[in-house]
């Protein structure tokens, strides 16, 4: 099988590297790829976004299967122009990426199927978003109503500056979606489909603040790992069951199915699991993460999902360790990421056991050296024997790595290592009984 996959991070980086492990797999083609990815496969250098040049790229190398990493080129509806040349394609038509690219269509969706959210209000305007505020209190979650990277939501106890980031979309011709705060450990759980059939894979942790102890803006995140030691064991089977299936069922009943990777980012609070928002496509990094771990051939899984074969794949494998990564960005990401430095010692990095670097914003400069060439320059993934072990085989390779102005966090999955992430109790009547009882 040969495939092309579309896209420039780290997510895609790891996505080739999967495939590549693949023995049904015999040709990996990307585009446009980064400097790692240009290492191990064919990149070509095209427009990503375009669905005229994805498909006529797809047909020019013949391949059985394309891959659509990022969000942009689902809205913008290659995966459609790709279907409609009759090449297998993972990864939703425009219509179906809604429920990433609109939240307030992704809320239309929940309450249609029943899905548990945040309770939330679309505002327009700044007195309708004063009101929203003001009924749900603070802290304040504020999100802007289109495809903004993850960065596009300010959580904030200060009134203002909840209306401060409101008026800020309305400026830019946009609307808001005002929501109740959620408490509780955040979840990434992909779950594959074939527009009928869903398939989960291993739930993740991402990091998305900054800096250390989750503080500063939020970023596209900064290290993820997996699996979740500390999550109820029956998390996975819920979140099919309430979640996953429901939504891929309604869009199924809307004439939109939803064929690629349904990323559930979720709560897990003292009222039960919420759905903070969908994504119509892998998780960056939790993918580099995730597919460290998994054993199942990637490529077969993927074409299974684009042809409506979910239902006959074997029960996913994976490896019983535990992955971690570790985000390395440019200095003053993710303002103004400065680019265009060297970046030195990937090879020594990568001969740390269990560790292996993948690139996101890098290319190969003038003289044909690897540089900087976005805000997430690359991530160490490292497998171990535990979080510990994982954690310090990728902060060992990180300390291999040199990058000018190069910012990392070092906590990534610490909280975990330690034992302290726990979901909040459950509040109200139960939560009263338990402590009467006590
Ligand atoms: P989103 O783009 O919707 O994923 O939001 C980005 C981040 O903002 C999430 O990963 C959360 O950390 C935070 N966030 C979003 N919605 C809520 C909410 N209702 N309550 C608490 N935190 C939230
Ligand atoms: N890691 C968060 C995202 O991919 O949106």
Known sequence: M?????????????????LLADPA??????????????????THAIDANSPEAVTALAQKLGVDLVVVGPEAPLAAGVSDAVREAGIPVFGPSRAAAQLEASKAFAKQVMAEAGVPTAMARVAGTAEEA?????AFGAPYVVKDDGLAAGKGVVVTSDRDAALAH?????????????????????????????????VPLAPAQDFKRIFDNDEGPNTGGMGAYTPLEWAPETLVAEVVERV?????????????????????????????????EFNARFGDPETQAVLARLR?????????????????????????ETAVAVVL???????????????????????VEGVH??????????????VSAGGRVLAVVALGEDLTQARERAYEGMGEIGLDGGQYRRDIAAKAARGDVRVPAPSGRRAARVAGAE
């Open 130 to 134: 004063a009101d929203a505020l003001d």
């Open 166 to 198: 409101a008026q800020a979309c309305f400026d830019a011709g946009g609307t808001v979606v005002i929501e109740e705060f959620l408490d509780g450990p955040e979840v990434s759980l992909f779950v594959l489909s074939d527009g009928r059939n869903v």
């Open 329 to 351: 960005a440019s200095e003053h990401y993710p303002d103004t990421p400065r680019t265009g430095d060297r970046i030195r010692g990937l090879k020594k990095a990568a001969a």
């Open 357 to 370: 670097v993948l690139h996101a914003g890098t290319k190969l400069g003038e003289d044909g050296k690897v």
């Open 25 to 42: 797999v015999s040709e990996v083609h990307a585009a446009p790829g980064n400097a790692g990815i240009a290492q191990v496969v064919p």
């Open 296 to 320: 199942t051939p990637l490529g077969s899984l993927l074409l299974a999902a684009s042809t409506g074969g979910l239902d006959r794949v074997e029960k996913l494998r994976w490896t019983p």
């Open 2 to 18: 040969k495939v092309l996959v579309i896209g420039p991070g780290g997510r895609e980086h790891a996505i080739v590297r999967s």
């Open 244 to 276: 996953a299936q429901p939504t891929i069922d309604e869009m199924a009943k809307r004439g939109t199915p939803f064929v690629g990777v349904l990323y559930c980012g979720l709560a897990l609070t003292s009222r039960g699991t919420r759905v903070i």
